[in-house]
Nanobody, 119 residues
Framework: QVQLVESGGDLVQPGGSLRLSCAASGINFNIYDMGWYRQAPGKQRELVATITSGGSANYVDSVKGQFTISRDNAKSTVYLQMNSLKPEDTAVYYC?????????????WGQGTQVTVSS
């Protein structure tokens, strides 16, 4: 059974920092591309950052220089370090794991963790 379990979401003041974690089980983590998405109230889910199985990271323009995605293959965990948080970063953050197999796409989601940025 595949599980992606996010943690680290919290209420934080503007300008603060959080580190989200996503622990994966039931998959060969090393071969999966991992990503963080977020969904704010009343908005569509949007991509925040991705990191390939080889460790290449990409970010949506709005978080470049502010967020850092990383992975620890030994722990089957992907992280999202979020600095200088703003109220507009408030959202549920979801972890995603993707592997493009020969015959099919393997695509899994976590349950989400709430990040609230407010004074």
């Amino acid at each position: 059974q595949v599980q992606l379990v996010e943690s680290g979401g919290d209420l934080v003041q503007p300008g603060g920092s959080l580190r989200l974690s996503c622990a994966a089980s039931g998959i060969n983590f090393n071969i999966y591309d991992m990503g963080w998405y977020r969904q704010a109230p009343g908005k569509q889910r949007e991509l925040v950052a991705t990191i390939t199985s080889g460790g290449s990271a990409n970010y949506v323009d709005s978080v470049k220089g502010q967020f850092t995605i990383s992975r620890d293959n030994a722990k089957s965990t992907v992280y999202l370090q979020m600095n200088s948080l703003k109220p507009e970063d408030t959202a549920v953050y979801y972890c995603n794991a993707v592997f493009r197999g020969i015959a099919r796409l393997y695509n899994y989601w976590g349950q989400g963790t709430q990040v609230t940025v407010s004074s």
